[in-house]
């Protein structure tokens, strides 16, 4: 069964910086598609970065520039640098992987961690 377990979240200033990690266990895989979304209070959970086995990254446009998602295969770790943060970075952090393909798709992740939270003051 994997399981994946996020840490590093807490509370900055604008304009500082964290680096969340995503361990991930119990399964031996090779092909993923792992993503960083988050969830403020009273919004929609948002995708902000991924990154698939063939070491393709993506984000979302109020990141890019910012937040740098990395996956260290040899310790299944995901990692997310956020650089000058933002109070409107204030939010729950999960990481998501979807180990079946070398891509990734539209489709939901179905494998998720527990979320770690993120508040950025002023």
């Known amino acids: 069964q994997v399981h994946l377990a996020e840490s590093g979240g807490g509370s900055v200033h604008a304009g500082g910086s964290l680096k969340l990690s995503c361990v991930v266990s119990g399964y031996r895989y090779s092909n993923y598609c792992m993503r960083w979304f988050r969830q403020a209070p009273g919004k929609q959970r948002e995708g902000i970065a991924s990154i698939d086995s063939n070491g393709r990254t993506s984000y979302r446009d109020s990141v890019k520039g910012r937040f740098t998602i990395s996956q260290d295969n040899a310790k299944n770790t995901l990692s997310l640098q956020m650089n000058n943060l933002k109070p409107d970075d204030t939010a729950m952090y999960y990481c998501?992987?979807?180990?079946?393909?070398?891509?990734?798709?539209?489709?939901?992740?179905?494998?998720w961690g527990q979320g770690t939270q993120v508040t950025v003051s002023s």
């Open positions: 998501a992987a979807d180990l079946r393909y070398d891509y990734c798709s539209g489709s939901w992740p179905p494998n």
